[in-house]
């Protein structure tokens, strides 16, 4: 499968504790994005991230959110102390150059986070 | 900031009937995008915008890129059941790049 790869799919976590959701780009993509999906809602944008720099974090909640693309393995949104608004579909996107210039990203089927 | 505004919300039709939805923003895009997305499953692209007036077909899926920049539609001929999903129109922001997504039309297909 040469597609966007999130893991894992689905993910349940007591309030307090720490998610991490992993995303591996499609091959020859230098870029990742990170959105969030509510229920009923939109997708919305977290972060946008190449090798080991993050380029846009403005999206981010400014606490327990964090990201990031190092030089060797996937992408990771780190979210610590869950709490129940955090439940949510986290989508991991990418693009061989800034795709959000042309629109052109190709999407993870995502990681359905829920925080008892 | 930029919002883009969807509708309908939700439509529920019979097989076989054509579809239309749009998108508006009281700001202007440049590029216009057309989303959908599969109960579980992540968004993928259907149509892409680049030029105002632009039209465009995918299939029998056409969309069309408005004159003022600020709006889209996207059409849907002789609906199937697999057409069922979340359609979102989407656009990057004029000042950040960052793809900005509309809240959906969520389409329903009798069979």
């Known amino acids: 499968n040469a597609g966007v790869m999130q893991n894992p799919r689905h993910l349940v976590r007591r309030r307090g504790q720490e998610a991490r959701l992993r995303c591996s780009p499609m091959?020859?993509?230098?870029?990742v994005y990170w959105y969030r999906q509510l229920p009923e809602e939109g997708l919305k944008f977290m972060v946008y991230l190449q090798k080991e720099n993050i380029i846009d974090e403005s999206g981010m909640p400014k606490e327990r959110f964090s990201a990031e693309f190092p030089k060797e393995g996937p992408s990771i949104l780190r979210i610590q102390q869950v709490v129940r608004g955090d439940s949510a579909a986290y989508f991991c996107?990418?693009?061989?150059?800034?795709?959000?210039?042309?629109?052109?990203?190709?999407f993870g089927e995502g990681s359905r986070l829920t925080v008892l | 900031g930029q919002q883009l505004n969807q509708s309908p919300q939700s439509m529920f039709i019979q097989e076989g009937e054509d579809v239309s939805m749009n998108c508006t923003s009281s700001s202007i895009f440049n590029t216009w995008l057309w989303y959908k997305q599969e109960p579980g499953e992540g968004p993928v692209l259907l149509i892409a915008l680049y030029k105002a007036g632009e039209l465009t077909s995918n299939g029998r899926l056409t969309a069309q890129f408005g004159i003022t920049r600020k709006d889209s539609f996207l059409n849907i001929s002789a609906s199937i059941p697999s057409d069922v999903g979340i359609y979102f129109c989407?656009?990057?922001?004029?000042?950040?790049?960052?793809?900005?997504f509309g809240q959906g039309t969520t389409l329903q297909v009798k069979p």
């Open positions: 996107a990418s693009s061989p150059i800034h795709g959000q210039d042309t629109g052109e990203l190709f």
């Open positions: 091959k020859g993509h230098s870029h």
């Open positions: 989407a656009g990057p922001s004029s000042n950040t790049g960052k793809l900005i």
